[in-house]
């Protein structure tokens, strides 16, 4: 039987070893959002699962469900999520999701303006998680498996990754604490990129008076690196949901265009309805420069 303080032990050792050993840009495709849910709490929620949702602790994922969504970025950016957590034997659980991007098509010039004919370009993600409850300690432990294929032209990605992380859950006071390593990943192509594994420490904890749900995330990419996500959810009446966050990404993003941009800036918010085992959810995040991205999520309960 896995000892808990050996895997966190392990599991922070880890972490801060590989947080040294990149300091470069992280490919940019791996930082899509996959779930309105995530979206609309302004990419706070790694302690809330959703089947499509590859932007999680791999321990979090519960149930038995089914998943799809669709994300509408800028510029006719398209992105297509399904994924579907089954409970497995002796308190197991696992997870699988397909997660597309589409970024068009576009027409190709040489250097010298000569016509080169069309190209597409496009993200394609393969997740797979395992994960594990224990029964006599309020921990869950998780390990998640990915292949990224990326394909830009005639330039081609292959990258594989893993991920890992626990959670430790404390019923009486409603409160979750989570710790997770997101990305170790290697190249497989010959076109080289620069890759960077995520650190996440994650909490959740649902008030006592009050209809909601608190979320809080602390990524990072590098030492140097630290972005903080909080977000909540509320439980309305009527079976309706309300969710809304944001991030320290809002000083990042923040290029004065104007008092409404400033200050919805890296926020997202969202509204969702459960009726018996569907859940359909609406999301909708704003970027600094006034940009914003829209996302419908279906959930199905087996």
Do not use: W
Not at 30 to 58: C, D, Q, R, W
Not at 228 to 252: A, C, H, P, V, Y
Request: charged share 15%.
């Amino acid at each position: 039987m896995i000892n808990i303080y050996d895997y966190f032990k392990t599991l922070i050792c880890l972490m801060f070893y590989t947080s040294g050993l990149y300091s470069e840009i992280s490919f940019p495709g791996m930082e899509t959002f996959s779930s309105s849910i995530h979206l609309s709490m302004g990419g706070a929620g790694y302690l809330k699962p959703s089947s499509s949702n590859f932007n999680v602790n791999p321990s979090a994922y519960e149930g038995k469900q089914f998943s799809a969504s669709i994300i509408k970025y800028p510029a006719s950016i398209l992105s297509q999520n399904i994924g579907m957590t089954l409970p497995l034997i002796k308190n197991g659980f696992s997870s699988f999701s397909i997660n597309h991007i589409s970024y068009g098509t576009f027409n190709g010039y040489t250097e010298d303006y000569e016509d080169t004919g069309s190209y597409s370009s496009s993200d394609t993600k393969f997740s797979a998680s395992y994960g594990k409850m224990f029964s006599k300690i309020p921990l869950k432990i998780g390990f998640n498996s990915n292949y990224y294929y990326s394909k830009y032209g005639n330039q081609k990605f292959s990258i594989l990754s893993l991920s890992t992380g626990a959670v430790i859950s404390l019923k009486k006071q409603d409160v979750s604490l989570g710790l997770s390593i997101h990305d170790i990943a290697k190249n497989i192509s010959k076109n080289g990129v620069d890759l960077n594994p995520k650190l996440v420490i994650s909490g959740s904890k649902k008030l006592k008076y009050l209809p909601l749900k608190l979320y809080i995330d602390l990524t990072s990419k590098d030492r140097s690196d630290l972005t903080i996500f909080l977000g909540g959810e509320f439980d309305l009446m009527n079976n309706f949901q309300l969710r809304l966050g944001s991030s320290t990404r809002k000083f990042d993003q923040n290029v004065d265009k104007g008092l409404f941009s400033s200050i919805v800036g890296a926020g997202g918010l969202g509204f969702g309805y459960e009726a018996q085992n569907i859940f359909v959810h609406y999301g909708v995040y704003m970027f600094g420069t006034g940009a914003s991205i829209q996302g419908l999520e279906i959930s199905i309960s087996l």
